[in-house]
């Protein structure tokens, strides 16, 4: 079982920053990807940023260059840094954790954190 509980959502103007953390706890073990997905009312959940064990990065084009994913293992957290935000990027935020359990795989998911940028 992982737990995760995301923070640091907000309302910001258009063009300004914001830091959101994904605290995990419980059985941390063979985790393959940690991510951020987001989703606005009517419309599918995507991908935002994710981010392998090995510390490979992968973001959607709509947020290359102004988002950024990282981890801290000794606080067991994944963050995303938002800069330049724009009204598109308003959303609930979740994080999302893959886990290994060898012949398959577990999604863990956050609460989510209400992001809305305004114009």
């Known amino acids: 079982q992982v737990n995760l509980v995301e923070s640091g959502g907000g309302l910001v103007q258009a063009g300004g920053s914001l830091g959101l953390s994904c605290a995990a706890s419980?059985?941390?073990?063979?985790?393959?990807?940690m991510a951020w997905y987001r989703q606005a009312p009517g419309k599918q959940r995507e991908l935002v940023a994710a981010?392998?064990?090995?510390?490979?990065?992968n973001y959607a084009d709509s947020v290359k260059g102004r988002f950024t994913i990282s981890r801290d293992n000794a606080k067991n957290t994944v963050n995303l840094q938002m800069n330049s935000l724009k009204p598109e990027d308003t959303a609930v935020y979740y994080c999302?954790?893959?886990?290994?359990?060898?012949?398959?795989?577990?999604?863990?998911w956050g609460q989510g954190t209400q992001v809305t940028v305004s114009s």
């Open positions: 999302n954790v893959e886990q290994d359990w060898g012949q398959s795989f577990r999604d863990y």
């Open positions: 419980g059985s941390m073990f063979s985790i393959n990807v």
């Open positions: 981010i392998i064990s090995g510390g490979t990065t």
